[in-house]
C-alpha cells in the first residue's frame, strides 16, 4: 500500500501529458487548415497574348466557280484551328445544321484560301454588331472565292453572343463564303437588318480575340481595321 500514492500521481502526470500532446498536436492542424483555406486553390499563370508582325497579303488566291456540295461537312461537328499572328483560336463547326457553310469552311481551309489572310475589320459600340471579322486573303476586303452561300443557322432570337462564329454579309445583303467573325460581346440584329449564318463556336483562344478588341479599332473608329493588326497564317480542319 506504501507505494499506491507514487504510483497514482505517475498516472495522473501520464494522462495530462497525454492530453496537453494532444491539444498541441489538434491546434497544430487547425492552423495548417486555417491557412490552407486561407491560401486557396494554386492556378496556372496566365500567359500574355502576344504578337507578331503580320506577312504581306498575297497577290493571289484560290478561286472556284461553284460552291462545294453540303455532304464535304458530311453532317457532323469538324474542328477548326486558326493559327494567327497573335495565337491560335480553336472552333468547333457544326455540320449538321449550318452543312453548305461548314462545307465551303473545309474546303477553303484545305485549298489554303486563308493562308495569309488579314483580319480587317473589327466592330465595337456604338456599331450594331461586335465581332472581329477575319478571312480576306487581299487585305482590301475586296476577295470572293466565287461564290455565294445561302443563310444557315440563324439564331431565333437573332442575338450572336460571345464566341459565336458566324459567316459574313455582303452589299445588298448579299451571302459571302470568304470572310467569317468570331462575336466578341452579345449582340441582337435590329429588325430589317442583315442576319447572319452561325457556324460554330470557339473552343479555346477567345482570349486572341478579346486581346485584339481590347487594341480598339483603328484612328478610334466602332467599324474599321483593328488597330492591333492580326493575321491568319493558316487553318487546319478535321472531323469529329
Same mark, same amino acid.
Given at each position: 500500500?506504501?507505494?499506491?500514492?507514487?504510483?497514482?500521481?505517475?498516472?495522473?502526470?501520464?494522462?495530462?501529458?497525454?492530453?496537453?500532446?494532444?491539444?498541441?498536436?489538434?491546434?497544430?492542424?487547425?492552423?495548417?487548415?486555417?491557412?490552407?483555406?486561407?491560401?486557396?486553390?494554386?492556378?496556372?499563370?496566365?500567359?500574355?497574348?502576344?504578337?507578331?508582325?503580320?506577312?504581306?497579303?498575297?497577290?493571289?488566291?484560290?478561286?472556284?466557280?461553284?460552291?462545294?456540295?453540303?455532304?464535304?461537312?458530311?453532317?457532323?461537328?469538324?474542328?477548326?484551328? +486558326?493559327? %494567327?499572328?497573335?495565337?491560335?483560336?480553336?472552333?468547333?463547326? =457544326?455540320?449538321?445544321? !449550318? /452543312?453548305? &457553310?461548314?462545307?465551303?469552311?473545309?474546303?477553303?481551309?484545305?485549298?489554303?484560301?486563308?493562308?495569309?489572310?488579314?483580319?480587317?475589320r473589327l466592330t465595337t459600340p456604338?456599331?450594331?454588331?461586335?465581332?472581329?471579322?477575319?478571312?480576306?486573303?487581299?487585305?482590301?476586303?475586296?476577295?470572293?472565292?466565287?461564290?455565294?452561300?445561302?443563310?444557315?443557322?440563324?439564331?431565333?432570337?437573332?442575338?450572336?453572343?460571345?464566341?459565336?462564329?458566324?459567316?459574313?454579309?455582303?452589299?445588298?445583303? +448579299?451571302? %459571302?463564303?470568304?470572310?467569317?467573325?468570331?462575336?466578341?460581346? =452579345?449582340?441582337?440584329? !435590329? /429588325?430589317? &437588318?442583315?442576319?447572319?449564318?452561325?457556324?460554330?463556336?470557339?473552343?479555346?483562344?477567345?482570349?486572341?480575340?478579346?486581346?485584339?478588341?481590347?487594341?480598339?479599332?483603328?484612328?478610334?473608329?466602332?467599324?474599321?481595321?483593328?488597330?492591333?493588326?492580326?493575321?491568319?497564317?493558316?487553318?487546319?480542319?478535321?472531323?469529329?
Amino acid at each position: 500500500m506504501a507505494d499506491a500514492q507514487p504510483a497514482r500521481r505517475r498516472t495522473v502526470r501520464l494522462l495530462v501529458g497525454t492530453a496537453l500532446l494532444c491539444l498541441a498536436v489538434g491546434a497544430s492542424v487547425i492552423v495548417l487548415t486555417h491557412q490552407q483555406r486561407q491560401a486557396g486553390p494554386t492556378q496556372a499563370p496566365t500567359v500574355a497574348v502576344t504578337c507578331v508582325s503580320p506577312p504581306t497579303p498575297r497577290a493571289t488566291f484560290p478561286r472556284f466557280t461553284t460552291a462545294p456540295p453540303a455532304s464535304v461537312a458530311a453532317g457532323s461537328d469538324w474542328r477548326a484551328a +486558326l493559327h %494567327t499572328t497573335c495565337g491560335d483560336v480553336t472552333l468547333r463547326l =457544326d455540320g449538321q445544321r !449550318a /452543312p453548305r &457553310s461548314v462545307a465551303s469552311f473545309i474546303a477553303l481551309a484545305r485549298a489554303g484560301y486563308w493562308t495569309d489572310s488579314v483580319c480587317h475589320r473589327l466592330t465595337t459600340p456604338p456599331a450594331p454588331t461586335a465581332f472581329l471579322q477575319c478571312g480576306d486573303p487581299s487585305g482590301r476586303s475586296t476577295a470572293e472565292p466565287g461564290y455565294d452561300l445561302p443563310l444557315e443557322n440563324v439564331p431565333a432570337d437573332q442575338t450572336y453572343r460571345v464566341g459565336d462564329v458566324g459567316m459574313a454579309r455582303g452589299d445588298g445583303f +448579299l451571302g %459571302t463564303a470568304g470572310e467569317f467573325f468570331v462575336v466578341h460581346h =452579345d449582340f441582337t440584329v !435590329a /429588325p430589317g &437588318s442583315p442576319v447572319y449564318s452561325l457556324i460554330g463556336h470557339v473552343d479555346s483562344g477567345l482570349d486572341v480575340v478579346q486581346h485584339i478588341v481590347s487594341g480598339g479599332g483603328e484612328d478610334f473608329r466602332s467599324d474599321g481595321p483593328p488597330f492591333l493588326s492580326v493575321s491568319v497564317l493558316s487553318v487546319d480542319v478535321h472531323r469529329l
